[in-house]
Structure formats: C-alpha cells, structure tokens
C-alpha cells in the first residue's frame, strides 16, 4: 500500500468521525488534534477505524506516535510492510 493510500485512507476514517472536516486542508507536520476538534472519545473512534480499515492493531503505547498526519501515515505504512520472508 502506497503513502498516497495510506493517506487517504486515513482522510476518510477522519471524515468519518468529524464530517466538517470536508473541503479543509489539514498541515501534514502540524498536530492533528489542534488542527480538528477532536475530543478524547473522538480519538479512539479514530484509532478503532484506523484498526478496522488497516487490520492493523495500534496497542495504546502508541498512541502518542499518532500525533500528526504524516506521522499516522508513517506508523501505518511501517505496520503495514511485509515483515521479512
């Protein structure tokens, strides 16, 4: 799966949570949640639709590396390289 995908993915779980985010450009670099107004409750629905549209188990140790786009697209495509043969 491709960064670009990776991205849109994770666009469209944010859409899904926070609608009004349609049509706003997000900083790549800047924190997520200073940019969307996201409450506590609205973070983990986030990370429950990243597990459910990635299959990928995010342990809440993590969390914290989720803090903006391009490094929720980082942590993801890393999760998501094949491991060795």
């Known amino acids: ?3 670009d995908e990776i991205r849109a993915g994770v666009m469209a779980t944010l859409l899904a949570i926070a609608p009004e985010l349609a049509g706003e450009p997000l900083a790549n670099d ?10 506590s ?3 983990l629905n986030v990370i429950v639709g990243l597990h459910q549209r990635f299959g990928v188990d ?24 094949p491991g060795p043969a």
């Open 58 to 81: 995010i342990p809440e140790a993590d969390y914290a590396r989720l803090t903006t786009l391009d490094a929720i697209v980082a942590y993801l495509a890393g999760r998501l390289a």
């Open 41 to 43: 409750m609205d973070w």
């Open 30 to 39: 800047r924190a997520l949640r200073e940019q969307v107004d996201l409450d």
């Open 1 to 3: 799966m491709t960064h």
